[in-house]
């Protein structure tokens, strides 16, 4: 048995070695020159035989790169698996190895290239990033002796400037690591659909991972003084943020900010921060090795509750980071890329708005429900969004090409050529299309047998005006004026909505503006509104309910559209009515207010939606008040059939072409024909060509639809005889089929109507 050295070893101080290797770096070398020189400091500096350096390649191979002490021939020669050998254990356990007879450790593994036999001490720790092991460094010396604690750390501080180093690009090639860790191959990831279509770019991280330059500290009083303002200031802002946000006690966002500001106070964690300081790091390069450290355990973790407090902690790290570099969380809209693709673990939909949404293409989340505000938002802004794409964050680097292919719910990050060539076809036939349909812009959506049908657009937060002005396109058929309320941290006052509401008068001269009125609540939240805690939200308090009950905010809004009209039509629209008398009120408040105007619209048209089954048992009374009615079929449908319009598992029980939403919509038209209203449709069953086809085929000569739908709907459209159609639908309706889609379909091919 080997007789193991109590003798501590000797090491330079920390921070000497530390600055040793800053120097090292200063000089004008190239990549390999400089690792040599790096482990010749560092086997100086803890006066040892042997130090190296492993990197991982792509196969998840772990390659000698540069040796101090072992056989030089060994280097760029010896290559382990992840998991083989002693450098293997530590890269797939990402945890040190501390060892005074390295050889008796059943791990073990004898490489005769290196002559690595004659060594018996070892000490081993992984370079990490994001938590993955990129690389392993080795100290190894012929004496059997054991390294104290503070060497270790020692270690794993120069491993962590190894790694800020072989990231930056500074040790080894960036393709090489991205290759080890499966950075150019082509992945797939897979997540829900918030909003459909295609798109092509390359990633933006919405936070993405800090790059610190600075990693060797020249006076380390300094860091831990720069460490401890931010920490304060972070506090601060926390506090602050609580405050100015007027957060109740029970309100969840308050409950969130709260938890982090314990964890702020967290010793454990702060302790680490300072000992890295101590040893020689500033005080960004201290927040980040903890912040790997954590990231490391994370991955080793079975508990989630244990996995989402470690996960809180790297969080309010990337903040104190952020805090320390200076850095804001949304990039710099110059230094965004001219297209790109936002990945985020979660997004509020202020930070979505406050990317340019010109250049934005697409969206994806680590999380995200389909009712969630940002998924309402994408849907507004026409890109497509997939939420529930585990680990997005981690995986995708930026810069990556991203190939979102939201229709199939898939991510392709670094699409091979194949990928690329295969998904371009796809993305090349839909622009196809769209060209086709950009042909149809200055013709009129009008039937072979002549019939015109009112194409409107659906508009929110980004109003597509050029869409709106061309030919065929009688105006905005459904304005979701709440959108912009969700995106404010406040309620918004008279003028701004005076202004919000003229403005789109203003872009759209001549042009018919439905507008809304607002219908928060349910799952589109607003911060300064606090239903408390509901079970059912969509069946809650929201959108005309809240008007009635807090008037003051209905005749706000009522003010600013009377004002905005200003001797120009104005058409509103209630929400959510349940029961007649609710129009009844709401009309009431409308009077009071064009009362007190003093510059009056020129015409006023009421109506409602038809969103709640129970205003489908008073369709006399209600046709006999209103001016217009339209139909939303996301409300209506998930209510006729009890079926959550946000549930993706429940998304394919039902079907939007059942006779028995045909008969209602029927029935509705028949009615509104009877009293000679108009009705219009502005559910999201409309933009679907086959169902829009339907909905003509039962009478409904107005459909509401986002910009992107028009083409296909006036495609279809100019491709039907509505007569021979309307005797079809008669007959299909009387099926008692769960969907009849494919009849329809097939009366479809069979007649040439383009769907
Ligand atoms: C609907 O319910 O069909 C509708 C158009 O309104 P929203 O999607 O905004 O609830
Ligand atoms: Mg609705």
Known sequence: MQRISKAIVHTSS???LLRQIRDVM????GAQARLDQVVEVIASGFTSDVCSVYLLRAGDILELFAS???KASSVHKTRLQVGQGLVGEIAATAEALNLADAQ?????EYRPETGEEIYSSFI???????GKAIGVLVVQSKEAKQYSPDQMEVMQTVAMVL???AISGQLVDLQEIKQATGGLMTQQLSGMRLSSGMAKAVAVLHNPQLVITRYVASDPNYEREHFEKALRSLQESFDHYIQSAGLSDDDEQRQIIETYLLFTQDRGWIARMNEAITSGLTAEAAVKKVQEELQAKMSQLASPYIKERIQDLEDLSNHLLQVLLGKPVVANPQDLPQEFILVARTLGPADLLDYDHKRLKGLILEEGSTTAHTAVIARAMDIPALGKVEKATALIQPGDMVILDAENGNVYLRPSDQVEQALDAQIRSHAQREAEYEKLRSLPAVTKDGVRISLNINAGLFVDTQS????????????????PYMTSDYFPDVEMQRALYAGMYEQLPGKRIIFRSFDIGGDKKVPYLQAGEEENPAMGWRATRIGLDRPGILRKQFRALIEAAAGRPL?????FIAQVSEFDMAKRLFDQEMALAEHKPSVVNMGMMIEIPSILWQLDPMMERVDFVSIGSNDLMQFLFACDRGAVHMADSYDTLSPVMLKVVHEVVDKAQAHQVEVSFCGEMARKPLDALALIGVGVRSLSVSASSIGPLKAMIRSVTISELRTYLDYLTTLSEPSIRQWLAAYARDHGIIV
């Open 104 to 108: 008796s450790h059943p791990k073990f």
């Open 468 to 483: 709106v002005l061309q030919e065929g396109i009688d105006g905005i058929g459904l304005y979701r004026t709440e959108l």
């Open 124 to 130: 081993g720790v992984p370079v990490l990033q994001s």
């Open 163 to 165: 790694s800020e180093l």
């Open 26 to 29: 200063a000089q004008a070398m």
């Open 571 to 575: 058409h509103i629209m209630l929400p």
């Open 68 to 70: 101090k002490g072992l």
């Open 14 to 16: 920390p921070l000497l």
